[in-house]
Every structure is written in C-alpha cells, then in structure tokens.
C-alpha cells in the first residue's frame, strides 16, 4: 500500500530540502522506458539554474529495472546540441549508477538522463538505445543548482513537461518534514508486519 502509494506520486513531485546556508538541494523521480523492438529508451532533461558559482552535483541512482543511467551536461543556450557538451558522467556513484561533481559559473545548463550507453547528440526525447535498451525508475538528486523545468521523453518521440514542486524550505521546517517522512516510512513497515 505505501509503496504503490509511493510510486503513484513519483514524476510529479518533488521532496525539497533545505539545508542550512545557501547550498540548494533536490530529490527528484522519474523513469526511463525503453522499448527492445525499436532499440530504443527516453532521455529526460533538466534544465536548471546556478545562482553561485562552484560546485554542482548530479547524482543520478537506478531504483528498479535493469536501468544503467548516464548523464551528460550541456550549456542552456536555447538550442540544445551536441556542441553545448561540457561533462558527462556514466558509473561515478555506486555501481552502475552516475554521479557528476562540476563546478560550475553562474548560468544555466541542461542535464540529460538516459539509459547506457547515452551518445552525446541523443538530447531527447529518445535515443537509439542499441547496445541494449534498458529501463526502470530512478532518483536524481541535485545539489548547488535550482531545477526550472523538467521535460521527461516518451517511446513516441515527445516530451512531457512535468508539474514539480520546488520548495524552498527553511532548514527547521525541513528537519521537521524530514521527521515526518521518517514517521511515515517506519509506520508502514511496522503495518506491512502486522499484515
Ligand atoms: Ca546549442
Ligand atoms: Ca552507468
Ligand atoms: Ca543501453
């Protein structure tokens, strides 16, 4: 029951956390599907903001699925290609999973998720996904840069602009909130053994 509950909300919300000081944080959900008949999975994009310059992370974790993510970060200069490349990242976190410490000037920037192996120029919404097109859910938490718009790809060629919440909690409300989760998760576990 907590989990469907849980999965039913992924892709169009968004748990905000605020930490103490400047630094920006966010944990997002999402999904790559991928399709073996056409050789092909989506990529999503992230389009974000940095307010301050330095170091921005982008940890991108498989949840389900045999899902291999990778990501790749471009400039944002209104027409996403291949020549606005400036770092990509494939196994960085644990595992298969990508995580990408950049620093990163005042701007913006747009982050591509996709499943292994993601080509430089595969900007979406899907990409030829021939070595093995492979899918599942995922997390990408960002820190050090605000997320503006999020534009998930479908298997037929088109992007939905997800709905997101982007709260700006300050840090007592947030420990509050994180309490709260916390009381939430360990309650359904203890239903789920009752059951
Ligand atoms: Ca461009
Ligand atoms: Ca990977
Ligand atoms: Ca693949």
Known sequence: MLK???????????????FAGAVQAASFSGTIESDAATESSTVDQYFVDVD????????????????DPFVRL??????????????????????????????????SYVLTFGDFFLEANAVGPTQLDDD??????????ITGATV?????????????????????????????????IGAVAAGGVLKKKAA
């Open 74 to 107: 471009y400039t944002d200069d209104g027409f996403l290609d291949v020549s606005d490349l400036i770092a990509f990242n494939d196994d960085g976190g644990p595992g298969f999973n990508s995580l990408l410490n950049i620093n990163l000037g005042i701007g």
């Open 148 to 180: 503006t718009r999020i534009l998930e790809g479908n298997l037929d060629g088109t992007f939905t602009e997800t709905s997101f919440v982007a709260e700006a909690v300050p840090e007592p409300a947030s420990m509050l909130g994180l309490l709260a």
């Open 52 to 67: 301050t310059a330095g170091i921005v992370t982008f940890a991108a974790n498989a949840i389900s699925g045999s899902l």
């Open 132 to 141: 093995s097109p492979e899918g599942g859910d995922y997390t990408l938490d």
């Open 4 to 18: 469907k509950t849980l999965i039913a909300l992924t892709g169009a919300m968004t748990v905000g956390v605020g």
